[in-house]
């Protein structure tokens, strides 16, 4: 017997979002509704982790979902508060830490260094922009590393891909997806994050302290020059607050730091997910239309699929900012279903292949509140790309309901990937701050504000990227390079780029 075909197909939940936003500019309740923890595993999961026995990662699931939050609803509150800023024009974002973080990362001096670049980096932001800004590594959690291809070949031989320790190791004798790795990331990632939280309370950030500024690297004179004039300001403005008393609050004594990863493995984060009471600071106001969606929910008694407000929010424990990755943010896809339900500040990266029906959907799935500050649109376009399709991004999203409510962050790292022809993987120094400057540019005559940047650097003295005052050429490469994944500016590159941010703002180019 033969089945029967139905004429009409049901649409998918990406469909559904696609057609009621060409036909009526909008999306309907229902279409955003129904949200679970593990509703994304009804929907099509791309970078999806296959193991060869179920029954072990079960039991790693299970231990996880008995462990404590890594994070707590207030810090998740206190950082949305502050991106709220940024979305605003009052602060800058600075992101920025490992490609791929090892386990073996999880150690003082490294973890050190990172706090010390990143502090570093935002007080010449600071002093550049006169703003506030606000810190996120990539640090205590980013395990998992999105492949394009399941398998690659390593000395001839053809072997699963190294997707993160979070999942396999890099050496090809542990290659095979281990359950054993996602309970092991869970205490890397709350070490690494106790240990910043530790040295943080203990002074390390204490800006009362001397900070090493060494610019012997800088090769060019006047480059050298009119960076020692900024530390030279920089300093002299820390003293004269010492002097008058002006750091008598404690402001100068610690910072902020907050962390964030790719949220790619989706078992992993739907295990540290909690419903969590919401902290008193919460109930500000942050949303543009909070009295409409109060009387939605006493209407339906529904919002985001929970039921009637009881207090309570789904909260991701396992890092303050999670982003969704160019390759996992299908308007259909698992991903973006997961990252519609939590109540932490997220991001999306938006590349060439973004088109403005899809940036629009994305957002009105995600927030369809519009809540200020809880996306972040992670630009990547490369340095060649950048003038033709970010202005249309920015027209699409200021002239809609969404104007001045997300956080415009540059990431111009991953559109200026290259290999060299001995097959190092590289990027150039000058085409990343082009992307960058070109960025600014572009904001300022559409009247938009860039909030941010997100890097991948490490406060190692590696030799990842080329170009920067360094002078590193392609020969140089080889003597430390020791990304396992993507190339990342060393501590010298980093804190330049930081010079030429503040630099720009400065000169009043913003």
Same mark, same amino acid.
């Given at each position: ?65 008995? &462990? ?78 999105? /492949? ?14 190294? /997707? ?16 054993? /790795? ?32 060494? &610019? ?57 997910? /909690? ?45 303050? $900012? ?49 809540? +200020? ?12 790309? +950048? ?11 200021? @002239? ?90 060393? @501590? ?6 930081? $010079? ?11």
């Amino acid at each position: 017997m033969t089945e029967k075909v139905p004429l009409s197909l049901p649409l998918s939940h990406g469909g559904v979002v696609a057609t009621e936003l060409k036909t009526n500019g909008s999306i309907s309740e229902q279409a955003t509704s129904s949200w679970t923890p593990s509703s994304w595993t009804s929907k099509p999961v791309k970078q999806d982790a296959v193991y060869s026995d179920r029954r072990d990662v079960e039991r790693s699931l299970a231990k996880l979902e008995r &462990l404590p939050p890594i994070v707590t609803p207030t810090e998740i509150v206190k950082l949305k508060q502050s991106l709220r800023d940024v979305a605003l024009g009052k602060a800058f974002l600075l992101q920025g830490g490992d490609c791929a973080e090892l386990f073996d990362y999880c150690e003082g001096s490294a973890i050190e260094s990172k706090i010390k670049l990143l502090l570093q980096m935002s007080i010449v932001l600071i002093w550049g922009a006169n703003k506030p800004v606000v810190r996120i590594a990539r640090m205590a959690g980013q395990y998992a590393k999105p /492949r394009s291809s399941p398998n690659e070949i390593v000395n001839g031989k053809e072997m699963p891909s190294f /997707r993160g320790d979070i999942l396999n190791g890099f050496s090809p004798e542990e290659r095979e997806l281990d359950p054993a /790795r996602l309970v092991s990331a869970y205490f890397h990632s709350a070490s690494t994050l106790n240990f910043v939280r530790a040295s943080l309370s203990s002074g390390f950030a204490d800006l009362h302290r001397p900070l090493d500024w060494g &610019l012997g690297h800088v090769q060019d004179p006047l480059l050298q020059s009119k960076y020692s004039q900024i530390v030279a300001s920089i300093t002299d403005s820390l003293r004269f607050m010492r002097t008058v008393g002006a750091d008598t609050a404690g402001q100068l004594s610690s910072v902020d730091l907050y962390t964030s990863h790719e949220g790619l493995l989706l078992e992993y984060e739907q295990s540290l997910t /909690r419903r969590l009471k919401k902290p008193a600071l919460a109930r500000s106001h942050t949303s543009r239309d909070v009295q409409q969606r109060q009387e939605n929910v006493q209407e339906n008694g529904q919002e985001n699929g929970t039921d009637l407000d009881d207090g309570k929010a789904y909260y991701n424990t396992s890092a303050h $900012f999670l982003w969704v990755g160019d390759r996992t943010r299908q308007i259909d896809g698992a991903h973006i279903e997961y990252f519609r339900g939590i109540e932490n500040p997220i991001g999306v990266k938006i590349g060439p292949t973004t088109s403005v029906l899809d940036l629009m959907a994305l957002l009105r799935i995600l927030n369809p509140s519009c809540e +200020v500050g809880k996306v972040t649109l992670i630009t990547r376009y490369g340095s060649r790309k +950048v003038q033709t399709l970010l202005p249309q991004h920015i027209r699409a999203v200021e @002239e809609s309901e969404y104007k001045s409510c997300v956080v415009w962050q540059c990431d111009p790292m991953h559109g200026n990937t290259h290999s060299t022809p001995t097959g190092i993987k590289t990027r150039r120094f000058g085409d990343i701050f082009a992307e960058l400057r070109q960025t600014l540019e572009i904001h300022k005559a559409e009247g938009s504000y860039l909030g941010g940047v997100h890097l991948e650097l490490t406060g190692e003295a590696v030799t990842e990227c080329v170009g920067g005052s360094e002078g590193l050429e392609e020969e140089d490469l080889a003597f430390n390079y020791t990304s396992f994944c993507d190339p990342r500016l060393n @501590e010298k590159q980093a804190l330049e780029m930081a $010079f030429l941010i503040a630099g720009h703002y400065r000169e009043g180019s913003h």
